[in-house]
Every structure is written in C-alpha cells, then in structure tokens.
C-alpha cells in the first residue's frame, strides 16, 4: 500500500471517528426514560455574571432510573440552577427542597418515544453526512495524488480500501442507533 492510500485511510478514519462520538454525545442529550446526568450537560447557570455549564457549579447525580439529583457546591446557587433547568426547556420540573435540587423523570408517552426516536435517527443522519463528506475528502486526496503520479490502479484501490471504511463506520452508526431506539421504545 502506497504513503497516499495511508494518508487518505487516516484522514477518514479520523473524520469519521468524529462524527460517531458526535452522534453518540448528541444520542446522550435524547432521554429514554432513564435518569442520566449527562441529560442536564446543556444547561448553562448564571454564575456570578458569567454563562457556567452546570456542571461546573454543582454535582449531578442520578439516585435511582427515575431521578436526579443536583447538588450545588453554593447553597446561593440552588434558585439559579432551578431556573437554568426549567428555562433549558428539558421538559424537567426541578424541586428545590433547601438543599439540593431534586429532578424527577416524568415516564415517555408513546408519542414521546416516537419523537425521540426520530430526533435519534436525524442525528444518526447527520453522522451519515460526516462521514460521507470524509469520504469524499478523502477520495478527493486521491484524486489529487493521481493527478501528482500515483496510477489509476493505486488511486481505484484506494477508493476501494475508503469505501470498506465507509462502510464499516455507517454499520457502527446503524448498530448505535438500533441501540439508542431500543433503548428508548422500552417501557
């Protein structure tokens, strides 16, 4: 195998590699009913002046599948993360009891899981499209290194060897995504 067919290999696979953690971070935000802390990882608190991720200000955990449990590290803080969680529009009731803030996860609807599942798949499509576009960078290389000498027969098995990649990373994404759905379908 040529120094090109490695290059081109390397920059899709580390494309490609970016967009499954991607997807698989953005499938963390979709709930499936289960408490997660990583399900309040987009809310930002007021902090003194200052936009601060939650978790920066306080402790999240889950203390069984059906609630959270969100620790501020300044009792002061308790009313800004309780409206920080309700103006992040998660669909969360945050109950402040003096404290901690205490999150109870409100069981999904069928039609619920539904939507869910479809914002699952839409991420799952957007991953599709990073790694196409890797892809095409990627075939794009070689193109260019044929046009710079390598042979046509170098640069068709190049293109063979991204396409097997290509493949291999959109049967990951499809084995996620089945995951995720059933993960969220499960009652």
Do not use: C
């Not at 999904?108 to 499209?129: D, I, S």
Request: glycine share 4%; proline share 3%; charged share 30%.
């Amino acid at each position: 195998m040529t120094e090109e067919i490695e290059m081109a290999l390397e920059m899709a696979r580390e494309a490609m590699d970016k967009a499954i953690k991607h997807m698989e971070s953005e499938l963390t935000k979709v709930r499936a009913g289960k408490a997660h802390p990583a399900m309040l990882d987009s809310v930002k608190v007021e902090y003194y002046g200052t936009t601060t991720p939650l978790s920066q200000v306080a402790n999240v955990n889950s203390t069984d599948a059906r609630t959270l449990t969100v620790q501020a590290w300044e009792k002061s803080m308790l009313d800004p993360i309780a409206t920080a969680i309700i103006n992040a529009n998660l669909g969360l009731n945050p109950m402040n009891n003096g404290e901690s803030i205490l999150i109870n996860i409100p069981a999904l609807t069928e039609e619920r899981r539904r939507e869910l599942t479809k914002r699952a798949r839409a991420e799952g499509e957007h991953a599709r499209v990073g790694i196409r576009n890797a892809r095409k960078d990627a075939n794009d290389f070689m193109k260019s290194a044929k046009a710079d000498g390598l042979s046509e027969d170098l640069t068709k098995d190049g293109e063979a060897q991204i396409q097997a990649v290509t493949d291999s990373y959109v049967k990951q994404i499809d084995t996620v995504l089945a995951a995720k759905e059933v993960d969220i379908m499960t009652v």
